[in-house]
């Protein structure tokens, strides 16, 4: 794709808004993660896990024993986003700063995803200003901005998603054609099955949205030929299609194999329906901002929270989409609006119902398996309890597919084509009133400004992660023995042990390079969390709450466990970040297990066990 001196201007104009929404992070850029302290840390520590495995280890980043010490265990089901951790090499590499790699990348995400939902849309609507709209409300709605606060790395790369629909519906496009069109035709379906690649080697969540995607645009068309009863073109969109598919599967048949082989062993990530109801839209959260925006009030946050409960479209985008429907359905307004088709292409229009038929369906798939509305999914009737079913009952029964845990982070998928027919709702209002062209831009900057009012949540928050000296002097330590950073605290979820920022303090093993006693992973089995709960001291550093039964007491037996069973030769006790009481700990420290206290600056106490 030749990128023009225009497409460029409109990818520093997306950066630059990368900067306002995320302000002040750039301030802090060298220092502090973006996103509040639990998972942005835990993500961040990816970036480096990815850097350190493959090119210091020489090892798989999927299996390791550097957190959840001493186990050995499985991240295929992490929040792994390779393309993301990918991306930061270079300035890894240059800098030695995994946290300046990791907000630049995070930055310049928002810009991609605007620059490519601007491609999309300036391909569909032949317009470059409404465009510009499309991909501002694509890389910066509610949605996107609440998991960048929680630092999800994985959720925030949004990018490959316009980037993909771009190209299969180019493929499907150029499929129907003849002749000189066939090599187009070929060069789509390759960057199409590339696109698709690096969604699943980034995130399988939207791996599997994408997949639903793939399957609407092909009955899209597929229904639009067959009304045409032209079945040349049917044929040429399975072979592309099964192109598309084919290749996609060969370029990522690593992390593939890595998926395969995991179920095989018994470790499936799949949902039970009624979580899947848990983690679906309710209604209101459409039309209600949540309580990260800056300017609006009144904000409503579901039961799930904020994070995961954010659907907010803003009223700008609701207002333009109700007059969408007037425009379409009332009949005067549909006589302008019909007139108005005369600048619009026939194909333009044909995208139009595209979008329409892509919003719709995963507008539906969003609510889950059943109707929520105020955290209601049980309703009542005359005194009788109960629910609206939706298709998604359905497709829980596909495998892979329907085992996505949370329907709600659909919303990409539904913002990309409502930002497309909004942008077309504009271009009709323009035509059907003739409004000059100088007008045109006045309004089209007086709406983007009321979204920018919608949504921006500041002051964006940042977590502080530079390093201690203490790091640097266990990294220079010669033996690879685990080091032990309390609070402590293991996660996953569905399982959680500990009352601590548990993903924060996981990323501190960027500085000191050893192996870690605790850890956060997305899925994982319980029995990885069996491992410690058997043993007595390692309940009472999870909890000092918990009581200290004879065997902790026992001085002999918990310092062999901990320096030969656990491997640990260093303890970190950073107390800001304690929620709850430390009681014993550091006379259980220095007293049961005999740690030698070799740091202290009042608020981090660095020990080491003799």
């Known amino acids: 794709m030749k990128i023009s001196k225009l497409q460029t201007a409109v990818f520093i104009l997306y950066f630059l808004l990368s900067l306002l929404f995320t302000w002040p992070l750039v301030t802090r850029i060298t220092t502090d993660g973006f996103g509040h302290d639990e998972d942005s840390p835990y993500h961040i520590w990816h970036n480096w896990w990815f850097k350190y495995s493959v090119f210091d280890l020489h090892q798989n980043p999927l299996h390791t024993d550097y957190i959840f010490h001493p186990q050995n265990i499985n991240l295929i089901y992490d929040a792994n986003a390779f393309v993301f951790s990918a991306m930061t090499l270079p300035i890894q590499f240059l800098t030695g700063n995994v946290v300046l790699a990791s907000n630049v990348i995070f930055l310049v995400s928002f810009a991609l995803s605007g620059l490519f939902a601007f491609f999309l849309a300036e391909y569909i609507l032949k317009n470059r200003a409404l465009a510009f709209l499309c991909g501002f409300i694509f890389a910066f709605n509610p949605y996107v901005l609440a998991q960048a606060i929680d630092g999800h790395t994985n959720l925030t790369t949004t990018w490959i998603i316009p980037l993909y629909t771009m190209f299969l519906i180019k493929s499907l496009k150029t499929a129907a054609s003849i002749g000189k069109f066939q090599i187009s ?50 044929y040429r969109y399975v072979n592309t299609i099964f192109v598309v598919g084919i290749t996609a599967t060969v370029l990522s048949s690593p992390i593939i194999y890595e998926v395969v082989k995991a179920t095989r062993e018994g470790f499936k990530a799949g949902s039970p329906l009624w979580v899947q109801n848990v983690w679906a839209a309710d209604l209101l959260t459409f039309v209600r901002p949540n309580d990260q925006t800056t300017f609006l009030t009144n904000p409503w946050t579901p039961k799930i929270g904020t994070v995961e409960g954010t659907a907010f479209l803003g009223y700008s985008v609701i207002g333009l989409l109700i007059i969408y429907l007037l425009l379409k359905f009332v009949p005067k307004l549909r006589w302008e609006r019909n007139n108005s088709y005369e600048n619009l292409s026939r194909e333009t229009a044909s ?22 509305y105020k955290n209601v999914f049980q309703f009542n009737f005359l005194g009788i309890p109960f629910i609206f079913p939706l298709p998604y009952l359905l497709l829980h029964k596909i495998p892979f597919v329907g085992e996505t845990q949370e329907p709600g982070r659909m919303f990409p998928f539904l913002i990309l084509p409502l930002s497309i027919l909004i942008s077309i709702t504009l271009k009709q209002l323009f035509d059907i009133f003739t409004i000059k062209q100088y007008i045109r831009y006045l309004l089209l900057a007086s709406c983007f400004l009321l979204i920018i009012f919608e949504y921006l949540p500041l002051p964006f928050p940042t977590t502080d992660l530079s390093s201690k000296p203490i790091f640097d002097t266990i990294r220079k330590d010669p033996e690879n023995k685990a080091v032990l950073v309390l609070p402590l605290g293991f996660n996953s979820g569905n399982y959680a042990l500990g009352h601590s920022p548990i993903g924060s303090l996981q990323f501190y093993q960027a500085y000191f390079q050893k192996p870690g006693f605790r850890g956060t992973v997305a899925r994982l089995p319980y029995s990885a969390f069996e491992y410690y709960q058997k043993i007595p001291l390692v309940s009472y550093l999870l909890d000092p709450r918990n ?50 206290k070799i740091y202290d600056n009042g608020d981090i106490r660095g020990y080491r066990l003799e």
């Open 351 to 372: 995208m139009e119902r595209l979008m329409i038929f892509l919003a719709v369906s995963f507008f539906v798939l969003m609510l889950g398996p059943s109707l929520h």
């Open 547 to 596: 009581d200290l039964n004879t065997e902790s007491l026992n001085k002999e037996n918990q310092r062999k466990i901990f320096r030969e069973q656990l491997d640990i030769k260093y303890v970190v006790v950073m107390e800001s970040k304690y929620k709850g009481p430390m009681g014993k700990t550091y006379e259980i420290l220095e007293n049961i297990l005999g740690a030698r």
């Open 185 to 234: 035709n070929f060069k789509f379906q390759i960057l199409a099955a590339v696109a698709a690649s690096l969604q699943l080697y980034n995130d399988f969540t939207y791996t599997t949205f994408l997949l639903i995607e793939t399957a609407l645009i092909f009955i899209f068309f597929l229904i639009r030929e067959i009304r045409q009863k032209n079945f040349v073109s049917m």
